[in-house]
Each structure stands twice: as structure tokens, then as C-alpha cells.
């Protein structure tokens, strides 16, 4: 069963979807969070709405009319728009999971979904968007070097660009260089108590940032530690 109101206080969501039923049961949902929650039914729609009043979060369908999730997302990346942004699609094809995050959204839920499972990747969102400062020095390890504030990062020549959530758990990696983390601890540091060892989104965002920091031909970084957890190292 949803929380209690308390839980999100004075923070405010966008829901965008097309289909209308969707849409209602998630700003029912987020209303009885305690969230100040409005809705569009398209992209234009959306971006409207973002530049009239700009949302602490926003949740968005992928596949929709007139402008889709992706090209909104894309377009408030490109003008520098940073709100948190979850992404809802009907498909589980990796290939649909990477689009999303390619165009800038921060995490993503597959259709149908638990309103439960919503709420919390809400919550995670907001907690990671939160005012507290990100460390000011340039993380590095190897030839990997990374920017927190600005989520930016380089590797072998090759210009990076990462997620709130790629950051958040690449930073954590580069703070224990060597270690190996276990999944549990980067589970609760990453996305919190609301995710139970059952979800598979940290293997999902170790193949991202793989994918990321082995495009210009490096080496592995990110190794597995099979029982165990993850750790950052050359081999």
C-alpha cells in the first residue's frame, strides 16, 4: 500500500501519458504520496507545462502522440533542463531501456509496472535531486576522470556524459577504488531501502556505465565479483 502523505512534502511531479487510465491511477498515486501532481497528455503538452512551472520530477511515457518521450527528453536536455525524469515504456527490449537513458532520463520502468514499485523509483529520484552539494574535486582512477557537479567525464580522449543515477553509483566506485562493494551496500547508497536485493537495477546501470566507459576502446573497469558485489579496477 502507498505511504503516508509525509512522505513527499511540497514536492511537485509531472505525469505524462497518453492513455488515460495510466495516467490517472499515477496522479492518484503520487497525490495520495503527498505530492503536488499535474498531467499532460502528449510531449507538447509536457514541455508546456515544464516551462510554465517547473517540477521537481517527471515521469513520462515513451511512446506517445504528437511529440514522444524521448524528443521531450532530448529537448530539455539540450537546454540545459536537469529535472529528474523517469521513463515509462511498454517494451523490455534493452535496445528501448538504452534509448531512454541515451536521451537523458535518469531511471525507467517497464509497463505494466506495480504503483508501489513507481513511488519508490519517485522517491529515489527526488532523494538524489536533493540541494545537497556534490563533492568539488575530480574524481579519477586510471584514465578515467570524472566531474560529480557536472555529471561530465572523460576516458582515454573520449568525452562522457552520465545520468543522475550513472553518476551517483560511478561516484560511489571511484570513492573506493580497489574495494569490493558489495550489491546490497551499493543497492541502499544508490537507490536506497526501497529497493529489495530482488531488483536487477544495479546489474542493469553496471552495463551502462560499462557501455559508456568502454566506448572509445578501453579496458574493462567495472568488474564483477560473482557472489559478492562489484569492484572498480584495472584488471
Request: hydrophobic fraction near 45%.
Amino acid at each position: 500500500m502507498p505511504g503516508t502523505p509525509s512522505t513527499a512534502p511540497e514536492s511537485s511531479v509531472l505525469v505524462v501519458d497518453d492513455d488515460p487510465e495510466v495516467r490517472a491511477a499515477v496522479v492518484d498515486g503520487l497525490s495520495i504520496e503527498g505530492y503536488t501532481v499535474r498531467a499532460a497528455a502528449d510531449g507538447l503538452q509536457a514541455l508546456s507545462a515544464v516551462a510554465a512551472d517547473p517540477p521537481a520530477a517527471i515521469v513520462l511515457d515513451l511512446a506517445m502522440p504528437v511529440l514522444d518521450g524521448l524528443a521531450v527528453c532530448r529537448r530539455l536536455r539540450e537546454v540545459g533542463n536537469r529535472t529528474p525524469v523517469l521513463v515509462l515504456t511498454a517494451r523490455d527490449a534493452v535496445s528501448d531501456r538504452v534509448a531512454g537513458l541515451d536521451a537523458g532520463a535518469d531511471d525507467y520502468l517497464v509497463k505494466p509496472f506495480a504503483l508501489d514499485e513507481l513511488l519508490a523509483r519517485v522517491r529515489a529520484l527526488l532523494r538524489r535531486a536533493a540541494p545537497a552539494e556534490p563533492e568539488s574535486e575530480l574524481l579519477s582512477f586510471a584514465d578515467l576522470r570524472m566531474d560529480p557537479r557536472t555529471r561530465t567525464g572523460e576516458r582515454g580522449g573520449v568525452a562522457l556524459e552520465f545520468t543522475r543515477t550513472e553518476c551517483t553509483l560511478l561516484e560511489l566506485f571511484l570513492r573506493h577504488p580497489g574495494q569490493v562493494l558489495p550489491r546490497e551496500m551499493i543497492q541502499e547508497r544508490v537507490w536506497g531501502a526501497d529497493f529489495g536485493p530482488e531488483s536487477n537495477s544495479l546489474a542493469v546501470y553496471v552495463g551502462y556505465l560499462r557501455r559508456k566507459l568502454e566506448s572509445g576502446g578501453g579496458g574493462r573497469l567495472l568488474h564483477t565479483v560473482h557472489g559478492i558485489g562489484y569492484r572498480l579496477a584495472e584488471r
